[in-house]
């Protein structure tokens, strides 16, 4: 049984998809298997995942239909066996003392369930460091009520605590968990750069920006009523 499991939804990803995956391969922490599922892409990210058959850190699964990230994620955390479960989106790219940094925060520390890290950005090929400052500790639960502070790709988790993605929240599926989650877990803020999350036009919140709007609203909506807040306030038209 592995320590980690690194769980990654794969939907048309091809052309990054071999960082990506390289990414979790070179890791300086071993004891780790790498959880793809190929969510009926209709390029060449199965061939892909098959050219890295020939390790076995890598466990591929292909469905014939695309049914969104939240069940592809939701479909090979299923799959894994491990303590520990990482996020890695399949255009992200893992920086190499990722998992080792992560597994030792969550050694040391038990009281805490989840740990993520700082993300540096990759827009048009160039790498912008630094994204997003860190917040402490905490900062999460308010943080969440106006936005989603935490990079998915980011984040590991201890299995035990990890709760499954809301499909119907997509392509918001990783905040809604968060906001599900910060009440009854507790997350540890890393000043770390662990990743580098990718900006590109096929991103999700680019091909999608209303479906994004609409998730977001949904769950600011829904954080509102579990204070036992109106989730909405009609302001008095002026005269």
Known sequence: MPRVSVIMPVFNSAIFLRESIRSVLNQSFRDFELVAVDD????????????????RRVKSIRCEN???AATARNEAVARSDSEYIAFLDADD???????????????????????????AVIHNRDLIPGHRSRLTQA????????????????????????LP????????????L?????????????????????????GISKRLPEKMKKAVAAIHSLQLKRLGLPDRVD???QR
């Not at 993605?165 to 809604?176: N, S």
Request: hydrophobic letters at 40%; a neutral charge; one cysteine or more.
């Open 66 to 68: 695309n049914r969104g």
């Open 139 to 162: 900062e999460i639960g308010p943080m969440l009520l106006f936005r989603n502070c935490i990079v998915h790709s980011s984040v590991m988790v201890r299995r035990k605590s990890w």
């Open 178 to 202: 968060w906001t599900r989650l910060a009440p009854f877990r507790t997350f540890l803020p890393l000043d770390t750069l662990l990743v580098d999350y990718r900006e590109h036009e096929q």
């Open 93 to 119: 790219i893992a920086r190499p003392h990722r998992l080792r940094i992560q597994v030792q925060v969550l050694n040391r520390f038990q009281r805490f369930d989840a740990v993520f890290g700082r993300a």
């Open 165 to 176: 993605y809301e499909a119907g929240f997509e392509p918001a599926e990783d905040y809604e």
């Open 40 to 55: 009926g892409s209709s390029d060449d990210s199965w061939e892909i995942l098959q050219s890295f058959t020939n390790s």
């Open 235 to 237: 302001l008095p038209q």
